[in-house]
């Protein structure tokens, strides 16, 4: 990847933009214990500290579920909710969004088992199955929470189905953003992520990593991303390998 490493080292103006379940951080059964790769958490402090450089951090989480395990601040901006919660800002929710999210909350809750939960964000409501041992159960209840009927599809995730109240996307969020730099690095592991690799556009310079070993026959079968790192260890590398470049060539 010398020659990728290059060019985001060398662009005048880049967004280096990144998911943090799965991508800086490794997954967990209990969200909140979970703490983020110690490289990638030094790597990003320091390209957010160099010139021509923003970090952004966009998750599913919800913004203050984010802080609670993500250690970076401002410089570095924190976009939780799929996008839908940036630092300042976010879309008010209109009567019937709010009462269709609240009925989907509650079907939720008659599907999950103990000690499955059901997350409640302020756009969405997402069923957790990580915790649960029994194989089959954890498929049904995933299966069961699919079928529910709702004005915006569920988007399945690792052990999550998750409900939104808004379209809002990390697509969506990207797609706006990154029209203020010269190129755009994204880097995600999950479905969600999908949406933010599929509005990079490799021929201005953006570059999009898949995090996670390939799972069909080929590298490219589960992504539209056009590179991969097997690892959190590895995007960390990544990222602190991009923060020197990037500063040698500044100097």
């Not at 599913?60 to 976009?79: A, K, S």
């Not at 998750?162 to 379209?167: G, I, K, L, R, Y």
Request: with cysteine.
């Amino acid at each position: 990847m010398s020659k990728l490493l290059s060019s985001l080292a060398q662009v005048e103006n880049l967004l280096v933009c990144v998911d943090f379940d799965g991508t800086i951080c490794e997954l967990g059964p209990d969200a909140y214990a979970v703490q983020p790769h110690p490289g990638a958490i030094t790597a990003l402090e320091e390209l957010a500290g160099l010139s021509g450089t923003t970090v952004a951090v966009l998750s599913g989480r919800h913004l203050e579920g984010l802080r609670q395990v993500c250690p970076l601040r401002e410089p570095v901006i924190l976009v939780g909710s799929h996008g839908a919660e940036p630092t300042h800002g976010g879309p008010t929710l209109s009567a019937d969004e709010q009462a269709e999210l609240d009925r989907i909350g509650a079907e939720l809750k008659r599907i999950a088992v103990a000690p499955s939960f059901v997350e409640e964000k302020p756009y969405q409501r997402v069923l957790h199955v990580a915790k649960v041992k029994d194989v089959t159960l954890r498929a049904a209840m995933l299966r069961d929470a699919l079928a529910l009927t709702s004005r915006i599809p569920p988007m399945p995730g690792h052990n999550v189905v998750e409900f939104s109240a808004v379209t809002t996307t990390k697509g969506t969020w990207l797609a706006a953003e990154k029209t203020r730099f010269d190129a755009t690095l994204f880097a995600g592991d999950d479905v969600t992520d999908e949406t933010a690799l599929a509005v990079l556009d490799p021929a201005r310079g953006d570059v999009g990593i898949k995090v996670g070993a390939a799972t069909g026959s080929t590298d490219s079968t589960d992504t539209c991303a056009q590179h991969r790192l097997d690892s959190v260890e590895e995007m960390a590398q990544f990222l602190l390998i991009l923060a020197v470049a990037r500063r040698s060539a500044q100097d």
